[in-house]
């Protein structure tokens, strides 16, 4: 199966990649910025940059006031955001179709002109470390993912976390910032991506209009490919948390977003440990009664990845055993030969699922930018489908052994902290 979602496709003279998706449903237009940048491009010494970068870009330009963008978007009755990831940055907004050259004039504003002033960056600083406290230093199971990163994709740019460390962050200069800003907030290193109910000639003027005279003003330095390691850290971390209930991570190097080898992990994670009905779910939990809860979740970026499969279980003193039944349910599905009704029943499940998460425009334009950044052509988000119905038990059984069987695993153990 494959959708047939038309778009166009072009780039402006100053290189600014536009994606153009008619959508007429509803009287909406949504408006995606990507830019090719997240915390794989920070240099040593400014983790972090990335991420304050995304929570500066609504602190105003030269023709928007500090918080603006969000009170023009939401005057008009809009949404707007933002995220930050290894790889990516992304803003967005979604708005009524009558208000897309405000949001054009928007995100033109501040990709040409931002207001990078010394009280905004200090501002921010304190709002960022103010989130790494309470999203990651002070929440439940708060440091897992820096504690993998550290492991898993060490001494490679994916190491350290996107929120940052935050003597780093308090370090950021306005001279940094502005360079930052420079370096990737450019027409050719970014990715614009319009969605929904408009008319295209319209709105190919709109945006020659805001965006055609904004210049490149240095060009980033292209990250050259590198490989994420064999793990090396074979020990088992313990860590005492403010926890409840002890967890265990058993973290495996996994292959990259975009090298199509994501599609049977997806599909093993899922007969294994992804929903109630899956091998490891029913042994542990419901036949055991040794686990709350059990899934794999694959992390994939642009040069690697970690699949790591969580389990939340009842008494610490329970993890041999509970690794132990892991392995051998992961070997079992290895050498054994996988029931077609198991593979179709997944099939079932992607598809509908894929399907269901393209019913918003704002899905419609983050997923085509992904397909166009990660496979190398927006046109991969008709073809995506079609990749997961060709699985095979084969290809599982191939993935299970690239990534799981005989291979190095960094263990982490939470445990709740000693009264």
Not at 172 to 180: D, G, I
Not at 239 to 267: H, N
Not at 283 to 291: D, G
Request: net charge negative; charged share 25%.
């Amino acid at each position: 199966m494959t959708l047939d979602l038309d778009f166009r496709q072009y780039t402006l003279n100053n290189g600014l990649n536009v994606i153009l998706q008619q959508n007429k449903k509803n009287p909406l237009i949504n408006l995606t910025l990507g830019y090719k940048v997240g915390s794989k491009n920070e240099k040593s010494g400014k983790k972090g940059i990335a991420h304050l970068f995304e929570h500066m870009m609504f602190q105003g330009s030269e023709n928007v006031d500090r918080s603006g963008h969000f009170k023009y978007v939401q005057n008009a009755g809009g949404l707007c955001n933002a995220f930050t990831m290894q790889d990516l940055t992304i803003y967005y907004e979604t708005l009524p179709s009558s208000q897309l050259e405000t949001a054009l004039w928007l995100e033109s504003d501040r990709m040409n002109t931002l207001n990078i002033s010394e009280e905004n960056l200090s501002n921010q600083k304190s709002v960022v470390i103010e989130e790494k406290k309470q999203r990651y230093d002070n929440s439940p199971y708060g440091t897992v993912n820096l504690n993998i990163y550290k492991n898993v994709f060490a001494d490679t740019p994916y190491e350290s976390p996107v929120i940052g460390y935050e003597n780093d962050i308090k370090s950021f200069s306005v001279s940094e910032a502005v360079e930052f800003h420079n370096k990737y907030y450019s027409p050719s290193n970014s990715v614009l991506i319009l969605t929904g109910d408009f008319e295209e000639n319209t709105a190919i003027g709109l945006i020659e209009k805001y965006f055609g005279n904004i210049g490149n003003k240095n060009l980033p330095d292209d990250l050259k490919k590198f490989e994420i390691p064999e793990i090396k850290n074979t020990n088992t971390l313990f860590v005492e948390d403010k926890i409840t209930l002890p967890a265990m991570y058993l973290c495996y190097k996994a292959p990259a977003y975009g090298s199509r080898e994501e599609f049977p992990l997806e599909f093993a994670a899922s007969i294994l440990a992804n929903n109630k009905s899956s091998r490891l779910y029913k042994k542990l939990v419901y036949e055991k009664n040794l686990a709350k809860s059990v899934f794999i979740a694959p992390l994939l970026l642009k040069f690697g990845g970690v699949a790591y499969i969580k389990t939340l279980l009842y008494k610490e003193s329970d993890f041999s055993e509970v690794e132990k039944i892991i392995n051998e349910e992961i070997y079992n599905l290895y050498e054994k030969e996988i029931p077609e009704e198991e593979i179709q029943k997944i099939k079932n499940e992607v598809e509908f699922a894929d399907v269901q998460s393209l019913t918003s425009i704002k899905a419609i334009s983050l997923n085509l930018f992904l397909s166009d950044y990660y496979y190398g052509s927006p046109d991969f988000i008709n073809k995506k489908i079609d990749s997961y119905m060709k699985i095979t038990g084969k290809d599982i059984k191939k993935s299970l052994g690239d990534i799981f069987i005989n291979k190095n695993c960094f263990k982490m153990y939470y445990i709740p902290e000693k009264k």
